[in-house]
């Protein structure tokens, strides 16, 4: 039976957003309420559509654990966001995935982590299910239900393509900035004619140093836009290994 891996960190905060509503009492009183029931029925929907569209199987949960192992590459992994309001109910949401669902969180590392160490180790058939664009990284079969019909498999090549389009890019919201001055389109130009996963690195490389920029500033970009695999984990010490060029 298919294993459906899902990004529980997208749903949760999107249930819990959907949830929150505005009430004004007037006299300029505004309050902001929302109902835990539902923010789960958001939840449970989106889990019982799963099937209807990708055939029998089954649900399992990730999410996002503390003390990202990134930010010892990069201290200001994501610092953007610290200020940033959490909505209501997302704690709750978290703790009511683990509890109801056994949804598998582990200290250090992202749900994004687990979804790519999961779908690159288990002999089960997998499907990720997220609308992150991170997760196009990962050699797998994946769902994106914001966009996607039906599941899409991604080959080792063009995880490793997206994955250098990643470090080239940057990602704002992830607050990495890639290389300077390159973008989406100047990215695929760089890459357009790497046959090789060693041909994807050398390119890159090669445009980090034009922008006389060192070697381990685009490997720094490298790990931490890396999504890990499976070959990227030790699972004996539950520690990272950070990606480096082979």
Same mark, same amino acid.
């Given at each position: 039976? /298919?294993?459906?891996?899902?990004?529980?960190?997208?749903?949760?905060?999107?249930?819990? =957003?959907? %949830?929150?509503?505005?009430?004004?009492?007037?006299?300029?009183? #505004?309050?902001?309420?929302?109902?835990?029931?539902?923010?789960?029925?958001?939840?449970?929907?989106?889990? %019982?559509?799963?099937?209807?569209?990708?055939?029998?199987?089954?649900?399992?949960?990730?999410?996002?654990?503390?003390?990202? #192992?990134?930010?010892?590459?990069?201290?200001?992994?994501?610092?953007? $966001?610290?200020?940033?309001?959490?909505?209501?109910?997302?704690?709750?949401?978290?703790? #009511?995935?683990?509890?109801?669902?056994?949804?598998?969180?582990?200290?250090?590392?992202?749900?994004?982590?687990?979804?790519?160490?999961?779908?690159?180790?288990? $002999?089960?058939?997998?499907?990720?299910?997220?609308?992150?664009?991170?997760?196009?990284?990962?050699?797998?079969?994946?769902?994106?239900?914001?966009?996607?019909?039906? %599941?899409? =498999?991604? /080959?080792?090549?063009?995880?490793?393509?997206?994955?250098?389009? *990643?470090?080239?890019?940057?990602?704002?919201?992830?607050?990495?900035?890639?290389?300077?001055?390159?973008?989406?389109?100047?990215?695929?130009?760089?890459?357009?004619?790497?046959?090789?996963?060693?041909?994807?690195?050398?390119?890159?490389?090669?445009?980090?140093?034009?922008?006389?920029?060192?070697?381990?500033?685009?490997?720094?970009?490298? *790990?931490?836009?890396?999504?890990? $695999? %499976?070959?990227?984990?030790?699972?004996?010490?539950?520690?990272?290994?950070? #990606?480096?060029?082979?």
């Amino acid at each position: 039976m /298919t294993k459906f891996l899902v990004d529980a960190d997208i749903v949760a905060f999107k249930a819990a =957003t959907a %949830a929150e509503q505005p009430t004004n009492w007037g006299d300029g009183l #505004w309050t902001l309420h929302a109902y835990e029931h539902d923010a789960m029925e958001y939840c449970l929907n989106y889990f %019982a559509n799963l099937p209807k569209i990708l055939g029998e199987g089954y649900t399992s949960l990730y999410l996002t654990g503390k003390n990202n #192992w990134r930010k010892e590459i990069l201290p200001s992994y994501k610092a953007n $966001r610290d200020d940033k309001r959490k909505p209501m109910l997302l704690q709750f949401l978290r703790n #009511w995935m683990q509890s109801q669902f056994n949804a598998i969180i582990i200290e250090g590392l992202e749900a994004d982590d687990l979804l790519g160490i999961t779908a690159t180790s288990s $002999r089960e058939e997998c499907i990720i299910v997220s609308e992150d664009k991170d997760l196009n990284t990962i050699p797998c079969k994946i769902f994106n239900p914001a966009k996607d019909t039906k %599941a899409r =498999t991604i /080959t080792e090549f063009e995880a490793d393509y997206n994955h250098m389009m *990643q470090t080239l890019c940057g990602d704002a919201s992830d607050n990495y900035s890639g290389c300077p001055s390159v973008g989406p389109k100047t990215a695929e130009k760089i890459l357009a004619d790497c046959k090789t996963s060693a041909d994807l690195w050398d390119a890159t490389l090669a445009t980090f140093k034009k922008k006389k920029l060192s070697e381990e500033v685009a490997l720094i970009q490298a *790990q931490v836009a890396r999504i890990c $695999r %499976a070959s990227e984990y030790n699972f004996e010490t539950k520690e990272v290994i950070p #990606w480096t060029p082979k």
